[in-house]
C-alpha cells in the first residue's frame, strides 16, 4: 500500500510540474502560431499611432520637446497596407486631417492629399490657400486633392536611381525569423486580467541584435548604421492575440529613457487584408518635366 501511495505521489507531482511547465509554454506556442499565421497570410495591414499623456513625452524630452508638435504626434497616425503580390499602400493622418495616400500598384505610384487643408493646418492664410498650384492641369490636380499618377520607372531613370526596391515577401519572411528569433530567448506571460493579452520580456542587446539583422539581410548597406549596441536592459512588449490572430502591439518607448515616467506606446493595430487597386481618373504626371529634376543627369 506505501508503495502504491508513493507511486501516486511520484505521477501527481510529476503530473504538476509538467502542468507548470506547459502553463509557461502556452503563451509562447500561442504567439508563435499567430506569427506564423500572419506570415502566411496573403495581404494585411497595420495601422501606426502613438498612446498615452502627451505630457509625458514632453517631460522625458526636456527642453527639446515642443508641446505643440508632440500633441500634434498624438494626433497622427499612419496605416500600411500591403499584399504577396507586390502592390501596397500608405495612408497617413496628419493632426486630424485625413486623405493623404500613396498606392504601389504595378509599377504605378498614386497619390493624393488634402494639400489645402493641410497647408491652413500649419498656417497658410485663405488667400495663400486659394493660390495653391503646380504650374499645369496635372499638378493642379494633385494641389487640388485629386489622385495623381507616377511611373516609378520614369522617376528612377530621371533622378538617376536604382529600379530595385525591397522584395515584400522577403521583407517579411525576415521580419517573421527576427520575430522568431526574439521569442525563442524572451518570457512569455499571459496577463491574468486579460488571457488576451501577453507580456513579452526581452533585453535591448537581443532587439538590437535582430533589428541589425534583419536590417542588414533587407538591405546589406544598412549595416553600417548599426555601430554600437546599446546598454543591456530589459524590454517589455505588449501583444494582443484573439482566435489565434495577433490584433495589437504596443511598446512603451519611455522605458528607453533614463528616469522617464509614465507610459507613452508606440501601438500597431492589426488590419484584415483587401484588395490594393489602381485608383480610377488618376492624372498622370511626367515627372521628368517637375523643376530641377531634369538636371538630376
Known sequence: ???????????????????????????????????????????????????????????????????ATVKQLF???????????????????VDGVTGTEMRFVGGTVYV?????????KFGATPAEVKELTGGGEDYD???????????????????????????QAKVLEEFTTSATNLLEGAEVVRDKADDKHLVVTSSTTKAYGEAKRFATAVEPSLAEQFKKAPADKPVVLDLWIDNGKLTAAEINV?????????????????????????????????LPTLPGLSQLD
Open 1 to 67: 500500500m506505501r508503495a502504491l501511495l508513493a507511486g501516486v505521489a511520484v505521477v501527481a507531482l510529476a503530473g504538476g510540474c509538467a502542468a507548470q511547465q506547459f502553463q509557461a509554454l502556452e503563451p509562447k506556442l500561442e504567439l508563435r502560431n499567430a506569427a506564423q499565421q500572419l506570415a502566411d497570410a496573403k495581404s494585411g495591414g497595420f495601422t501606426l499611432k502613438l498612446t498615452g499623456n502627451p505630457d509625458d513625452l514632453v517631460a522625458a524630452a526636456g527642453a527639446d520637446a515642443d508641446a
Open 75 to 93: 494626433n497622427s497616425s499612419m496605416s500600411v497596407a500591403y499584399d504577396k503580390g507586390g502592390s501596397s499602400s500608405l495612408g497617413v493622418t
Open 112 to 120: 493624393k492629399a488634402p494639400v489645402a487643408e493641410l497647408a491652413a
Open 141 to 167: 490636380a494633385f494641389f487640388s486633392g485629386q489622385w495623381v499618377s507616377i511611373d516609378t520607372k520614369a522617376f528612377q531613370d530621371a533622378a538617376g536611381t536604382p529600379s530595385a526596391s525591397p522584395d
Open 254 to 286: 519611455l522605458q528607453f529613457v533614463e528616469g522617464a515616467t509614465g507610459r507613452v506606446a508606440a501601438r500597431i493595430e492589426m488590419t484584415a487584408g483587401a484588395a490594393i487597386t489602381a485608383p480610377e481618373g488618376a492624372t498622370k504626371i511626367d
